[in-house]
């Protein structure tokens, strides 16, 4: 084993050997987990980022001699299930991630234990459930079953039993069905001409993800508004399938190749007519940038899609920097906390977000980056909410600096979580709302 210390290099990622069996091979994946055990038991760093690494260090000081060898590898489970794959370790705080030849990818480790566990049929009917963003946006575009189910869902007895069956959190905050999808309510784009800039293509194609589809809308029209007031012709990704990030976070990857099969000819072609790909979710756009590519290194297309696919605010910087964004807004936002989502941080592309508010007149931006605990479906799962709540707390007090007009973040599930941890800690109220709905107000849109 190397005795190098630290890692001077930039981190580098390998490609998901998840087609190999040895992958799947328990007594391999326990092998490995040990040694990258032991590593993170003798370095330590990580131990305030999420339960993972408290509980592994927990099962490791609990053992006779204080060393990985005397942890049941049973135990192991333990340690994975506190692992949303936010990829924050692997970013910002472990110094042997590739090229260090300790090669130590926790995240993925992680992946491949979840795989490990799905293939053996682990999986709870909740966690196959909630996973299924696509099947459950059935509910949207049906204005009569919308208000039935969302009625519903908000009855105590409802919740009580979701609670008891599928082992969602009567507690946690879960969002709404909308009357009408985004794909029924999105106008065609005006025949504008393309303006094509040194850094950015000058049409966009709106990849929209399952939760603008079928929860909130509106947050995709903002996106329109903005597009279209800047003279940006767009279309929308037709018949979108989910990014596969839930069944990638299932340990499920056979969805997510399934998915990827759906969806990558779409912008794969979108991506050689010259338009960027946006999706106005961070995980949906880390999907396609970087686990995607990830797993099918070696599939031309599924590269053509990563180098198109865009996050909205980085898009609308590099177009600013082109000179081809309007700067002609009308309204000030006040005082914004902007919470900046761990997909977002980890697709190394800057505080594009908080650069854009910051471009509003008269506009304060606090900038809160550390986990929220939410993290799509983990934070809602009756055997974690508490926890998710615990991660978050010194986001919602950083949130609640100054006493802000908005509290906002690119991940809207995160941005619910904290409005209601601000709530429930007694601290003080503002509005919630998505970064896109902010600069479209900022707009006069």
Known sequence: MSNREGNLDAPTRHPLDWTNPDFYDEDKLHTEMERVFDLCHGCRRCVNLCGSFPTMFDLIDATEDGEVHGVDKKDYKTVVDQCFLCDVCYVTKCPYVPPHPWNLDFPHLMLRAKAVSFKKGETTMRDAVLSSTDKLGMFAGIPIVTEAVNAVNKTGVMRSLMETTLGVDKKAWIPEYAPKTFAQVAKPSADLPVVNGAKTPGKVAIYATCYINYNEPGIGQDLIKILSHNKIPYELVNKEACCGMPKLELGDLDAVAENKNKNIPKL????????????????????????LPLMFPNE?????????????????????????LKNDFTETLGHVSYHVPCHSRVQNVGKKTAEMLKLVPGTEVNVVERCSGHSGTWGVKKEFHATAMKIGKPVFKAMANNEPDYIS?????????????????????AEMAHPLTLIAKAYGL
């Open 300 to 324: 031309a297309d599924v590269q053509l899609v990563k180098d198109a696919m865009w996050d909205p605010f980085e898009y609308f910087i590099a177009r600013n920097r082109d000179g081809l």
């Open 409 to 429: 973040s690119d991940c809207q599930l995160a941005g619910h979580h904290i409005e209601q941890g601000m709530k429930e800690n007694g601290l003080a109220s």
């Open 268 to 291: 794969a072609q979108l991506a050689r007519d010259g338009y960027a790909i946006l999706t106005p979710i961070p995980s949906c756009t880390l999907m396609f940038k970087q686990e």
